[in-house]
């Protein structure tokens, strides 16, 4: 078979999916019948197939066939998602504290009085000024990163900068870094980006599955794990301590890094021992202040072993030379007047809050969440697709995460992952309600 014969099926199928004559949900041929009938090899259709899955166009579900997707629906990964206006956004994460503008002002009007203006005009030191690196490390401190110092903490522009930082310093292309089963979409496209190989791990209900992982250390050499041991995304747990000393035992013994994203760790009170505190010698920690303090600011801190912080320092350099002073002078204003605790103590409430909001109106759809976390993980009833769901929802101007966007193995659970920390607490209802109302219907059919 030519190329140009195998690329008219690819063609020809994509052209009846754009053009609407094989409609959102039709269940396509196997691959056997569709090599019979099209008088092609098994493997070329497949390789049809494989191809037209790789477009976004079909997907494929274990033991149910393969479907035709909604064109129309978000990219595959949230983080390259945009919201429309008028949409109730459940996708992404950025909850909202009331007195932050109100804060904002304060700070900003104490800069131009008294704070020095000129300075702030100049390029900084590349991992932060001093002073303020001696800030945040005195957060991290009383957060549980006892090791954290002037010399081992760099300042970065978000969290996302933060692990772009990590990746480009201390990896190359090629390079095999293991991950869980469901994670960040964030490291995901990182790792696309810079040609990284992830290896899926399986997880239990309370964390990775650590006897899986040492058999996938056995069989191939990672250079790291990442890992969300505090407040996961999307799953939401939190491993025990006594799980992540044979986490760190593991990556001591099988000589790989520990990079672990502590972005919703202030949510887990009481808090528990962070990995880079059991092994900081071979752990990056990062985390930003997006989900607890704003969005806008871009801040974010990367905690390094003192030996390897030159890496961190020569990406900051050729990404953005330093994060902008006037946002760092607001945020470690914040952390020393006493503000960032204030608000996170808030930003805990008002997540259990939302969390009582979800178990009301979820009482017969099971879900998995942390009791003071900002989102939901929602798998989906038996014959009930994701897809389908986060397509009718788009119709109602709901904008929503399928498991999709976090999925790293191969099997891609029928699941929805709802961040409930934007909308207002008569939004959120509405929106929830929104869901329970497609999925039951859905069952129903």
């Keep these: 078979m030519t190329q140009n014969r195998y690329k008219q099926y690819v063609d020809s199928i994509s052209a009846q999916i754009m053009n609407g004559e094989l409609k959102v949900g039709t269940r396509l041929p196997t691959h056997r019948q569709f ?30 066939g393969t479907f035709v997707r909604d064109i129309n629906l978000l990219p595959k990964l949230s983080i390259e998602q945009d919201v429309a206006k008028n949409t109730l956004d459940l996708n992404f994460s950025y909850p909202i504290a009331k007195e932050q503008t109100k804060l904002l002002r304060e700070s900003l009007r104490e800069i131009a009085v008294g704070g020095d203006l000129e300075g702030i005009l100049y390029y900084q030191q590349h991992t932060g000024r001093e002073h303020e690196r001696k800030t945040v490390a005195n957060y991290l401190k009383q957060r549980g ?18 692990l772009a930082t990590i990746i480009l310093g201390m990896f190359s292309p090629g390079d095999i870094i293991a991950v869980d089963a469901l994670t960040y979409p964030g490291f995901k496209a990182l790792a696309k980006m810079y040609h990284l190989e992830l290896i899926s791990v399986p997880m239990t209900e309370n964390g990775p ?12 050499k990672f250079r790291a794990y990442y890992a969300m041991p505090t407040l996961h995304n999307p799953l939401g747990w939190v491993m025990n301590l006594s799980d992540r000393k044979k986490l760190v035992a593991l990556a001591k013994q099988y000589q790989f890094f520990l990079i672990e994203d502590g972005s919703y760790a202030f949510l887990q009170r009481p808090a528990v021992v962070p990995l880079a505190t059991l092994a900081p010698e071979i752990t990056f920690y990062t985390t930003g202040f997006s989900k607890n303090i704003a969005t806008g600011l871009r801040v974010g801190a990367v905690l390094a072993p003192q030996q390897y912080i030159e890496n961190i320092e020569r990406i900051i350099r050729i990404t953005t030379w330093n994060t902008p002073a006037i946002t760092t002078s607001i945020l470690c204003d914040w952390i020393e007047k006493g503000e960032v605790d204030s608000i996170e103590r808030d930003k805990r409430r008002d997540a259990k809050i ?21 989102f939901v993980w929602l798998p989906l009833p038996e014959g009930v697709r994701a897809d389908i769901v986060v397509s009718e929802l788009k119709k109602q101007h709901i904008a929503i995460s399928s498991a999709e966007s976090y999925s790293t193995s191969n099997k891609t659970p029928q699941a929805l992952r709802v961040a409930i920390s934007t909308l207002s607490h008569e939004e959120l209802t509405v929106a929830l309600q929104a869901i329970r109302h497609v999925i039951l219907y859905l069952i129903d059919l």
Excluded: M, W
């Excluded at 990163?145 to 933060?162: E, F, I, R």
């Excluded at 599955?209 to 191939?220: D, G």
């Design 35 to 64: 090599a019979e009938k099209s008088g092609i090899s098994l493997v070329t259709a497949s390789r049809v197939y494989r191809e037209l899955i790789e477009k976004g166009l079909i997907i494929g579900e274990t033991g149910r």
């Design 145 to 162: 990163l006892t090791h954290a110092s002037v010399d081992t903490v760099a300042l970065v522009s978000g969290g996302q900068h933060g």
């Design 209 to 220: 599955n650590l006897q899986a992982l040492e058999k996938l250390c056995q069989q191939r």
């Design 354 to 374: 939302r969390q009582k909001i979800v178990q009301q109106i979820f009482v017969d759809i099971p879900y998995i969440a942390h009791p003071a976390s900002y």
